[in-house]
C-alpha cells in the first residue's frame, strides 16, 4: 500500500510540476523505495537532471548538486549506503564503473552527477540506493 501511495504521490506531483514549467510529463516509476526510474520526456536543451529533478523535491533532496535522499532514504554518513545513478545514455554512462539490469537492458553508471548530467529526450535514468 505504501508503495502504491508513493507511486500516486509521484505521479500527481511530476503531472502538476511540469503542467506548469511547460515540460512534457515525466514518467517516474518508484520501482520500490530503493529504486526510482525516470523516464525523460523533455524538448529542452542543456538541461540537467537535478533541474529536470527540481519540482520532485518531495521524493528527491539535493544538496549542493548532490541527490542527498530520494522517498525519504538518505544517504549514509560513512557513504556505505548511498543513491547512484545509472542510465541507457551510452555517452554519459559506463559500464565498466557499474552496470544494472533493468527490464533486460543494461544500464551503465552515470559519468556525471545529477547537476551536470545533461538529460536527453527518450533516455531512462535510474536511482538505485547501493551498500558499498
Do not use: H, R
Request: hydrophobic share 45%; net charge negative; charged share 25%.
Amino acid at each position: 500500500m505504501k508503495k502504491l501511495l508513493t507511486l500516486l504521490l509521484v505521479t500527481v506531483t511530476a503531472l502538476m510540476m511540469f503542467t506548469a514549467c511547460g515540460k512534457k510529463d515525466p514518467i517516474v516509476i518508484a520501482e520500490s523505495d530503493e529504486f526510482v526510474v525516470i523516464n525523460c520526456q523533455t524538448d529542452q536543451e542543456d538541461l540537467t537532471l537535478a533541474s529536470y529533478m527540481n519540482g520532485l523535491d518531495d521524493i528527491f533532496v539535493i544538496e549542493n548538486g548532490m541527490v542527498v535522499s530520494i522517498n525519504g532514504i538518505k544517504n549514509a554518513a560513512d557513504w556505505s549506503q548511498c543513491w547512484m545513478l545509472y542510465t541507457d545514455d551510452e555517452e554519459m554512462s559506463n559500464v565498466a564503473w557499474g552496470k544494472i539490469e533493468y527490464k533486460d537492458k543494461v544500464y551503465g553508471s552515470a559519468a556525471l552527477g545529477a547537476d551536470e548530467l545533461i538529460v536527453k529526450n527518450g533516455k531512462t535514468y535510474i536511482w538505485v540506493y547501493q551498500k558499498f
